[in-house]
């Protein structure tokens, strides 16, 4: 069975950073990709990173890039997301999926994590 568990949300002040992580077991990392989404209320879901692991490739949506870094630890298969300087539009839950082949390009996702809330007061 596969699992993907995030946490390392919680609620800051804006200029804050938090580090988010995503924790998976039954599926390997490396094998694809994983990645980060978004959804705020009232919106749509959002992508805003992306490794495509096994082709050493990473993506930021423009929203987040320079403030926002990906990143993993094989030996743990489990990926993170560093965010730095976070703004109140950041509030969100967010979302980590991951899978097989290079969905950082074609993001059909078959497996997600449950969410953990990020809340950014002004």
């Known amino acids: 069975e596969v699992q993907l568990v995030e946490s390392g949300g919680g609620l800051v002040q804006a200029g804050d950073s938090l580090r988010l992580s995503c924790a998976a077991s039954g599926v390997i990392f490396d094998n694809g990709a994983v990645g980060w989404f978004r959804q705020a209320p009232g919106k749509e879901r959002e992508p805003i990173s992306c490794?495509?692991?096994?082709?050493?490739?990473?993506i930021y949506a423009d929203s987040v890039k320079g403030r926002f870094t990906i990143s993993s630890n094989s030996a743990k298969n489990t990926v993170y997301l560093q965010m730095n300087n976070l703004k109140s539009e950041d509030t969100a839950v967010y979302y980590c999926?991951?899978?097989?082949?290079?969905?950082?390009?074609?993001?059909?996702?078959?497996?997600w994590g449950q969410g953990t809330q990020v809340t950014v007061s002004a």
């Open positions: 490794l495509q692991a096994n082709e050493g490739e990473i």
């Open positions: 999926a991951a899978g097989p082949g290079r969905l950082c390009y074609y993001p059909t996702y078959p497996y």
